[in-house]
Structure formats: structure tokens, C-alpha cells
């Protein structure tokens, strides 16, 4: 005996095959895209707690801009201003539960925009992807990160005080 079914009931589990792989989809995609701002958000959440630390613990009066830059562990780099209007450089770490602050005048430093030049008239066909101002064995450093002519990844640290630097090369492809 032949099966008898109404044309349109096969159509119909298309169609609920599509709105369920559709809405897996959606699932999904919000997902990835609250993941990626609650990771971005992450990033700048301490920032308010790192200011107020800054102001009370130190010299700092007025800051002007706060990054984060990963050498031994996680440092936050403020720029800012003493109680003199003595341009500054502030890094903060945390250590066994308490803080710990490194500051610099920045007037005794070469500047970020110096250095870049510099680093432009050494490496005249590099592609730069980066620059930040961060610490390293306890000195001011501005790490610079650039694809080479090679195509290999670079991180050059440049030192502010005496302009001396040295590299790390990375060759991103697993090719010899």
C-alpha cells in the first residue's frame, strides 16, 4: 500500500531544519559577539581603580592617559602631571596583595615621537603595527612592533633614557 501524505508536509521539514539551523546560528553569533566585548570591557574595568590609587598614592595630581603593557607581569602605565606641572610617567604593579609604583620624569626622557622617527629612518621599509610605552628589567622602554622585510614579526625595545635597543624576531610562519 502506498503512503499517502498531504505534497506540503515535506516542505515543511525544510523548512523547520532552516529556522532551527537559523536560529542555532543566532545563538551562536550573540554569543561570540558578548564574548568579544565583555573581553575588550574587561580590559579598561580597573582603570577608574587604578586612577583613584595613582592620585592618592602619589604625586600625581592630573593623569592624562592609561595603558596596560604585559613585560613580567602586568603593568599600568599612567602619563601625567606632579603637583609642579612636572610632565610624568607612572608604573603601577601589584605585587603579594599591595601595590607598587615606579615614577619617571618624562622630561629626562627621550619623547615617543623621537624614538619612532629614529626608528623610521633605521628601518625604511617596515610595516609598523604598534608602538607602547611600557617598562622592562626596570627601566622606561617604548616597545615597537613591526613586520620586518623579512615578514617577520618584531618587537624592538628601545630604552627612553640613552635611545639603546635591542630586538626580538618572530618568524610567524612555521616555515624555516
Known amino acids: 500500500m502506498k503512503k499517502q501524505s498531504l505534497p506540503f508536509i515535506g516542505r515543511n521539514k525544510l523548512w523547520i531544519i532552516v529556522s532551527f539551523c537559523m536560529v542555532v546560528l543566532l545563538i551562536t553569533l550573540y554569543y561570540f559577539i558578548t564574548l568579544y566585548q565583555d573581553i575588550m570591557n574587561s580590559k579598561t574595568e580597573h582603570f577608574d581603580d587604578v586612577k583613584t590609587l595613582a592620585i592618592e598614592n602619589t604625586s600625581l595630581d592630573v593623569i592624562h592617559s592609561i595603558e596596560r603593557f604585559h613585560g613580567e607581569q602586568l603593568y599600568y602605565v599612567l602619563e601625567g602631571e606632579t603637583n609642579d606641572n612636572q610632565a610624568s610617567l607612572l608604573y603601577m604593579y601589584q605585587s603579594e596583595e599591595k601595590?607598587?609604583?615606579?615614577?619617571?620624569?618624562?622630561?629626562?626622557?627621550?619623547?615617543?615621537?623621537?624614538?619612532?622617527?629614529?626608528?623610521?629612518?633605521?628601518c625604511t621599509s617596515c610595516e609598523l603595527l604598534g608602538s607602547t610605552i611600557g617598562i622592562d628589567n626596570d627601566l622606561p622602554i617604548l616597545e615597537i612592533k613591526y613586520i620586518n622585510t623579512s615578514d617577520r614579526l618584531v618587537y624592538e625595545h628601545v630604552l627612553l633614557k640613552d635611545k639603546s635597543h635591542y630586538r626580538l624576531t618572530l618568524n610567524p610562519s612555521f616555515q624555516e
Open 99 to 122: 601595590w607598587e609604583y615606579d615614577i619617571y620624569d618624562k622630561e629626562s626622557l627621550y619623547s615617543e615621537d623621537i624614538l619612532l622617527s629614529e626608528w623610521r629612518d633605521r
